[in-house]
């Protein structure tokens, strides 16, 4: 981890209608109190984890008493060690009580020498722990003085503890000008408390001094309270909410209607929103609505210390100035509460004046660099310093937009010990994005199950196809929306994970931080995708103009809000086991292993989640490009990082002298050849951290077509050298190959496509990833390549070969390959074996060559597809095309599985083999579909003619569409009322025709499936 602080997963707008728990300070009076009474009930509250340790303590405490014992803990419960102590002064005997040392170190002394005259000693044992010593309490009736001017607690301990004496308590309650009695709202809530369950409470103020006098109840049988719902909780929720505009509290009827009868101070604090500006509805049930914009407020806290550090952080960002005063006794709770709020604000970039008793903000707009440093999750500590309030206001800036972690979150359970999971929730929430089949439901399904979570299909809650095609695409874009804040509201803080799949067309800005969008991509979505079974989105626009317009306009808004992004093969099956350790990692209830390899930073975007995934994984190197990673803050964070796991590379010259300066030892820097031959030697890092690479840039700037010339030219032996030009053949590819395997630990070779739109060499950097590679680089998304492999592809291989030194491989041979389902068709069969399947795209005229360089590297068995069926079925003198290829001694053979695939296609179509048909297209296939299909017509889709005659074709009922994406000279004139489909991708030109001609569709995939299974029967009985 970078950073010992955890973040804070804000959730916006925040909304919470859920139950409010019952007040600590009410609760730790009550228990008092029954402890006391023995026939008095709390109604209204059960013991559970929803309270407080404060409430845990004392209970456990009193229970203690009941049974004999002698020697308790208080935990850092002021409040509960002050009603303890004078609680136990009642009884006779010696009693030992352990608390925090800052628990102790707070003001008691006015309590212990009021105690003495009662009959009891008190005596500090350590830091940690009190000794009492008590006779109890003299009989008859009792007279006692104390001073208020550091608590109200003491005069509450005093009455509460002699609320069963018959002859009645007098307290002298005293306060000064120079020292008011400090949070007298509290005593008020212990007098109301004492009222209602019968004792006679008579009040008499003269001269700053209240003179209390104390009559037990008549009786204590059936004596009861209601618990109360803890308004200091309710304060800190509804600052939660009134930070922002769509910002909702929402209280129960019965909570609601407390606010009446209350006397816990704290509940004053919504007055004090409403003031500032916030919007708070009080009919039946009390709503706080959030308000972006709010004015800044005086106000006096003595009377409400709590609300001090959540009021500051709302007021921070107030229109105008704030003063919040008249709470000295903050600086004795548990931490200095006043100095921890002025420096938690400061930290993030608010002004603050300190006082002595409180604070003077200035308000305005929050600083600019807030939205900066969360986009790189570059957060700013906050430590509580052991103050449950202090970690409450981080949450409070948080959601206002700070960018805070906080240390020592486990704080909260002094008071709320369910804070956490009301702002977060419990569980984690993911949405998942992307394009039109790119199996966004199939994974969701797939992943909730895994989490034990629900699963919710955005389109499936508002009606599907069926919906769109009723109201249209707009009316169903609001339909969307207002579905999504539906349930965005209902699963805020929903102890139950949820997986969302949401349509392509959902815009994923409306994801708000409460949710991680994963976008689940397949290497197809840069061709077309045509759909039968769904609405068309334009109808004016053809199927694959429609397509491409939606493609390229909601990919980058998919590229924007992602937090992780997925990378999945043709085929993926159900249980996928690399898609469910990734879940599990995206989860935090497992981790990848990657043990090697390159990754490279392409954004500042969610920078320190980005950085500790990749190290927590075991990447080799984290490759930081100047050009893509420039800002001071970003190279802050860079710095956490161990050195010898990161390659920073020089790409931008106006910032390369910055660059290498902040190059720490052990790490490896990149520079480009054209750039290293201008350093000085004083200028260049040491040899053994220096790579110097070959780029397309650095021939054309030094003139030069010859990368490997220019790498010769290298007079320093550096610690690698590294090419990546431009490759277009399988002979550059040997070339490259070769150079460097000459050298392999001090060179490294990476083909790069000619074209960005079809990369070809990902297999080979693959392959020499395990083989011998020192510099391997692979990506979660686009990376700086598209020939760099794929996550999940190197966590395939990884997973194949294990430590196996991988002479061995197999492969699906063709052009286009990135469509294909072969890898993963066929990716157990050959993992047994210790190979992986590579996709390989090679032309026609590269057959000889490149299968040649194939056999050198170690190719052993390949499926086979177009165009290269009869090349590679002449390359190895076979009698026509094949699409199957094996090892045989120190040759290949090949065979064609093809004919099974389509006889299994025919019967799923209901078409009879005699039955007269027509193919279009065909290629290598045609030899294996005419011996099946004895009347089918071939027709060349180039010129639209009968091949043998040349004549134009006539009209059938059955089509075989055997052209993939090619139309050819296609006449729309043509309707069939079948079409079979040899091809299964998403691009074909089948599916284009069917929806045309209004035809029963049947996919290429069944034969697909056929042929492979008997293509494993041959290879099972050959390899």
């Known amino acids: 981890m970078l950073d010992v602080a955890s973040p804070i997963r804000v959730r916006r707008p925040f909304y919470y209608d ?54 308790f803990s208080i935990g850092d419960s002021g409040t509960g060690y002050r009603f303890l102590l004078a609680r136990l002064s009642r009884e006779s005997g010696e009693f030992l009580i352990h608390g925090s040392e800052r628990l102790f170190s707070r003001p008691h002394l006015e309590l212990y020498r009021v105690l003495g005259p009662l009959g009891s000693k008190v005596r500090v044992e350590s830091p940690t722990s009190v000794r009492l010593n008590s006779r109890g309490w003299p009989k008859g009736a009792i007279r006692l003085s104390v001073d208020a001017g550091e608590s109200s607690q003491f005069a509450s301990a005093l009455l509460l503890a002699g609320s069963n004496i018959n002859d009645g308590v007098s307290l002298e309650v005293r306060t000064h000008a120079d020292s008011p009695m400090r949070s007298g709202g509290y005593l008020e809530m212990t007098t109301k408390m004492l009222e209602q369950i019968g004792c006679q409470i008579s009040r008499l103020s003269s001269r700053g001094q209240v003179l209390i006098e104390l009559k037990a109840p008549a009786s204590d049988v059936k004596l009861a309270l209601h618990a109360e719902p803890d308004w200091s909780s309710i304060f800190t929720l509804a600052c939660l909410a009134s930070v922002e505009t769509a910002g909702l509290l929402k209280l129960s009827e019965r909570d609601s209607q407390s606010l009446a009868t209350t006397a816990q101070p704290d509940a004053i604090g919504l007055s004090l929103l409403e003031k500032a500006g916030v919007h708070i509805e009080r009919g039946r049930q009390i709503e706080v609505h959030g308000r ?7 106000c006096d806290l003595g009377g409400a210390p709590d609300l001090f550090p959540c009021l500051a952080a709302v007021l921070a960002t107030a229109d105008g100035a704030s003063t919040l005063s008249g709470a000295p006794q903050l600086r004795l709770k548990e931490s200095d509460r006043i100095r921890t709020t002025v420096e938690t604000l400061r930290s993030v970039g608010i002004s603050v004046e300190e006082r002595a008793d409180g604070i003077c903000l200035a308000g305005g707009a929050p600083p600019a660099w807030w939205h900066e440093r969360r986009e790189m999750q570059s957060a700013i500590v906050c430590h509580p310093d ?18 805070v972690q906080v240390s020592e979150r486990g704080v909260v359970a002094k008071s709320l ?10 569980a984690r929430r993911f949405a998942i994005v992307g394009h039109r089949g790119s199996g966004k439901t199939r994974a969701g399904h797939t992943w909730a199950h895994r989490a034990q979570a629900e699963f919710i299909d955005l389109d499936e809650q508002i009606g599907g196809s069926a919906t769109f095609d009723l109201v249209g695409e707009t009316e169903f874009r609001h339909l969307e929306r207002e579905t999504f804040e539906k349930i965005d509201r209902q699963t805020r803080s929903s102890f139950d994970s949820v997986v969302l799949s949401v349509g392509g067309g959902f815009d994923p800005a409306l994801l708000q931080e409460g949710w991680e969008a994963i976008w689940v991509r397949r290497a197809t979505d840069r061709d077309d995708r045509i759909f039968i079974d769904r609405p ?22 998919f590229k924007a809000r992602a937090d992780r992004v997925l990378t999945i093969p043709e085929g993926i099956l159900e249980n996928d086991v690399i898609e469910t350790r990734w879940f599990e990692d995206a989860l935090d209830v497992g981790s990848l292993a990657i043990n090697g390899g390159v990754m490279s930073l392409t954004s500042e975007r969610r920078l320190v989640s980005t950085l500790e995934r990749w190290l927590r994984w075991g990447v080799q190197r984290i490759e930081v490009r100047d050009d893509l990673i420039c800002s001071d803050e970003a190279w802050n964070v860079i710095a956490k990082v161990p050195a010898e796991r990161l390659l920073i590379s020089l790409r931008d010259p106006s910032r390369q002298k910055a660059t290498l300066a902040r190059i720490p030892e052990q790490a490896l820097v990149d520079i480009p050849f054209r750039y290293y031959t201008k350093f000085s030697e004083s200028e260049r890092p040491p040899l053994e951290q220096t790579v110097v690479s070959i780029h397309q840039e650095d021939l054309e700037a030094l003139g030069e077509s010859d990368p490997y010339r220019l790498a010769s030219s290298l007079k320093e032996t550096v610690r690698l050298i590294k090419i990546a030009v431009p490759t277009e053949s399988f002979s550059e590819l040997r070339t490259g190959h070769e150079w460097a395997m000459s050298a392999p630990k001090h060179r490294v070779y990476l083909p790069m496509s000619a074209s960005t739109a079809r990369p070809r060499w990902a297999w080979y950097r693959l392959l020499m990833a395990k083989r011998s590679a020192a510099l391997a680089f692979l990506r979660e998304d686009d ?34 390959v990135h469509h294909s389902r072969t890898p993963t068709e066929h990716a157990d069969f050959f993992a047994k074996r210790g190979m992986p399947v590579l996709a390989i795209a090679m032309r026609a005229d590269e057959v000889h060559s490149g299968f040649a360089f194939l056999k050198d590297l170690g190719l052993h068995a390949a499926a086979v597809t177009a165009p290269l069926k009869a090349a590679i079925g002449t390359e190895l003198q076979c009698e026509g095309p094949v699409n199957t290829i094996w090892k045989s001694g120190s040759t290949f053979a090949g065979a064609s599985t093809d004919g099974d695939g389509f006889a299994e296609l025919l019967l799923l179509a209901g078409v009879v083999p005699k039955e007269p048909m027509i193919v279009w297209g065909g290629g290598g296939v045609l030899p294996a579909v005419q ?15 009968v091949r043998e005659s040349g004549e134009p074709v006539s009209p059938a009922r059955v089509l075989i569409w055997a052209s993939g994406a090619v139309r050819g000279a296609w006449s729309n004139a043509f309707k069939p009322e079948v079409v079979i489909d040899l091809s299964y991708t998403e691009d074909s030109a089948g599916l284009e025709v069917a929806l045309e001609s209004k035809a029963k569709y049947v996919s290429g995939l069944q034969m697909f499936k056929a042929q492979a299974r008997r293509q494993r029967e041959i290879w099972e009985k050959n390899l």
């Open 18 to 71: 859920g139950p409010i728990p019952r007040s600590k300070s009410w609760l730790n009076r009550a228990l008092i109190l029954r402890s006391i009474f023995s026939g008095l009930t709390i109604e209204g509250w059960h013991p559970s984890e929803a309270d407080g340790e404060d409430v845990t303590h004392i209970g456990q405490a009193l229970r203690d008493l009941a049974a004999g014992k002698r020697e």
């Open 292 to 298: 972006r914009h709010r004015r800044g407020i005086d």
């Open 386 to 403: 052991r103050d449950h309030r202090a970690a409450f206001q981080a949450a409070v800036l948080a959601q206002t937009g700070a960018p």
């Open 417 to 426: 010990p369910l804070f956490w999971s009301i702002v977060e929730g419990d």
């Open 536 to 557: 068309r989105l334009n109808p004016a626009l053809n199927v694959r103009d429609e397509w491409r317009l939606r493609r390229d306009t909601r990919e980058p808004r």
């Open 783 to 816: 990376g700086t390549s598209l020939d760099q492999p794929t996550l999940y592809e190197w966590l395939r291989l990884q997973d194949t070969v294990q430590n196996s030194p991988m002479a061995r491989f197999a492969a699906i041979l063709g052009d286009p």
């Open 931 to 945: 011996s099946i299909a004895t009347n089918a017509v071939s027709v060349s889709a180039r010129t639209g003619h």
